[in-house]
T-cell receptor
Framework: AQKITQTQPGMFVQEKEAVTLDCTYD???????LFWYKQPSSGEMIFLIY??????QNATEGRYSLNFQKARKSANLVISASQLGDSAMYFC????????????FGKGTTLSVSS | SAVISQKPSRDICQRGTSLTIQCQVD?????MFWYRQQPGQSLTLIAT?????????ESGFVIDKFPISRPNLTFSTLTVSNMSPEDSSIYLC????????????FGPGTRLLVL
């Protein structure tokens, strides 16, 4: 069975600072993918970044990067230069790499960015 | 990327009634997923809908309560039957576009309040 753990219910950061949101996972699948989503108060789920378990390099997408440590089974999201618009709920998720496999989500972290 | 629309965007319903939620995708996809997000909670998979076959339900979800249709490769419906206040949630459909397993996109969600 797969499991995602996000231990930070809430995080607070000031504008322009970097912030790390923690995510650990557990799986017996040899091949899997890790995802981060942002959910603003509107409720939509916005895909941010993906990391494959066999990827040698950490994924980056603009201000988002994923600090992937396979041996520790962690996939932390780093947001650089935080903006007020980054205030939202952030979910870490994973799935096995078979086509058509659904995502399993963590409980989420609420990020609040202040000016 | 895939553009996903859901109808209705929100609704207020009386207990004992049923609501059908529509999910439309702008491209053909093999698998569609239905999730529920109860207030303040993470996303939980209800079922996986594969075109041309019966939906596969997760533990705790049954077809009589959440019947799903998948008539073609771009459309699916989820019905929430005999509603109670505990069904008040955001319902989201999600797809895995094309052959890429590096993304999974979500619709904007349907906010349901049951009185």
């Amino acid at each position: 069975a797969q499991k995602i753990t996000q231990t930070q219910p809430g995080m607070f950061v000031q504008e322009k600072e970097a912030v790390t949101l923690d995510c650990t996972y557990d799986t017996s699948d040899p091949s899997y993918g890790l995802f981060w989503y942002k959910q603003p108060s509107s409720g939509e789920m916005i895909f941010l970044i993906y990391q494959g378990s066999y990827d040698q390099q950490n994924a980056t997408e603009g201000r988002y990067s994923l600090n992937f440590q396979k041996a520790r089974k962690s996939a932390n999201l780093v947001i650089s230069a935080s903006q007020l618009g980054d205030s939202a709920m952030y979910f870490c998720a994973m799935r096995g790499n078979q086509a058509g496999t659904a995502l399993i989500f963590g409980k989420g972290t609420t990020l609040s960015v202040s000016s | 990327s895939a553009v996903i629309s859901q109808k209705p965007s929100r609704d207020i319903c009386q207990r004992g009634t049923s609501l059908t939620i529509q999910c439309q995708v702008d491209s053909q996809v093999t698998m569609m997923f239905w999730y529920r997000q109860q207030p303040g909670q993470s996303l939980t998979l209800i079922a996986t809908a594969n075109q041309g076959s019966e939906a596969t339900y997760e533990s705790g979800f049954v077809i009589d309560k959440f019947p799903i249709s998948r008539p073609n490769l771009t459309f699916s419906t989820l019905t929430v039957s005999n509603m109670s206040p505990e069904d008040s949630s955001i319902y989201l459909c999600s797809v895995e576009p094309g052959r890429s397993q590096e993304t999974q996109y979500f619709g904007p969600g349907t906010r349901l309040l049951v009185l």
